[in-house]
């Protein structure tokens, strides 16, 4: 018997270290093959050189990556919907552009971009580098 496609698992997830009450949520979804290539492309500049006078064969990779992109762009592919809210008004909705969202993104308190970025990796193991290399590393 075939087995079948299903859709994307999306999970709603408190932001208690943010709002011990549990009203802040996000909603995330589980990457497809459409975030993973978004998300791959972030490490499309290597720069590989070799030195003179180096033993044959020898070289050095250099992968620039900078990690608030990484973090903004995890977010970004994963959102699917969120209660966040700043003077009664609602910050993100999925009809934002990505500019939108990052403008809004870019206000938020560190904390609860880390907070945020822990639930995107929980729903997305395959994206958490302290996980083991069984899940796609």
């Avoid at 011990?20 to 490490?43: F, M, S």
């Avoid at 720069?47 to 070289?59: K, N, Y």
Wanted: glycine share 4%; proline share 5%.
């Amino acid at each position: 018997m075939a087995h079948e496609v299903e859709e994307a698992l999306e999970e709603t997830k408190q932001l208690l270290k943010w709002d011990p009450a549990g009203d802040d949520t996000v909603t995330i979804k589980q990457a497809r093959a459409r975030e993973e290539a978004i998300r791959d492309q972030l490490w499309s500049k290597t720069v590989r050189e070799s030195r003179a006078g180096d033993e044959a064969g020898t070289s050095r990779e250099i992968f620039e990556l900078p990690m608030a992109e990484l973090v903004f762009t995890e977010i970004w592919l994963t959102f699917t919907d969120s209660t966040l809210k700043r003077k009664g008004k609602i910050l993100f909705t999925p009809a934002m552009t990505r500019s939108q969202f990052k403008g809004v993104y870019d206000t938020l308190p560190v904390p609860l971009l880390r907070e945020w970025r822990k639930a995107v990796l929980e729903v997305n193991p395959q994206w958490d580098p302290t996980r083991a290399d069984d899940l796609g590393n």
